[in-house]
């Protein structure tokens, strides 16, 4: 799948923030400015395929990285979500969360549009300023 290809180092990515266990990195089609995605290097497709100590390791980065997001977005408030398997939106086969700035509720659709590279650097630049 493409996150694994994307931790394999075979198809880049705008990195926000990597550890041992997680990467966070800019959502190529984002749903609103600012939008950034956390994995496991472990594989897992859920919630529930994930081990303990990964599901740990996301928690600690969605919070250490969603704090900057908010911080770089300048809003006060994120919504984090992830999906559980294809009948539940999932569209990629390894576990992932999502970062958007501000509320979902105000999300129109899903996004069908790559964000332009040069601006999402931008956007991530931010981000890892404030990390």
Not at 5 to 29: C, H, N, Q
Not at 104 to 114: I, R, V, Y
Request: aromatic share 6%.
């Amino acid at each position: 799948n493409i996150f694994a290809k994307i931790l394999r180092g075979e198809i880049p990515s705008i990195k926000v923030y990597e550890d041992d266990a997680t990467l966070a990195f800019m959502d190529i089609m984002p749903q609103v400015e600012g939008h950034v995605l956390v994995i496991p290097k472990a594989q897992a497709t859920t919630m529930y395929d994930l081990p303990a100590d990964a599901a740990s390791a996301c928690i600690k980065t969605v919070q250490h990285v969603g704090q900057a997001v908010q911080k770089a977005m300048q809003i006060d408030g994120s919504t984090v979500f992830q999906h559980n398997g294809a009948a539940a939106g999932q569209t990629v086969p390894h576990f992932h969360f999502h970062i958007l700035p501000g509320s979902l509720l105000a999300l129109k659709g899903h996004a069908t549009e790559m964000g332009d590279p040069a601006e999402l650097q931008k956007i991530a630049d931010k981000i890892i300023a404030c990390l």
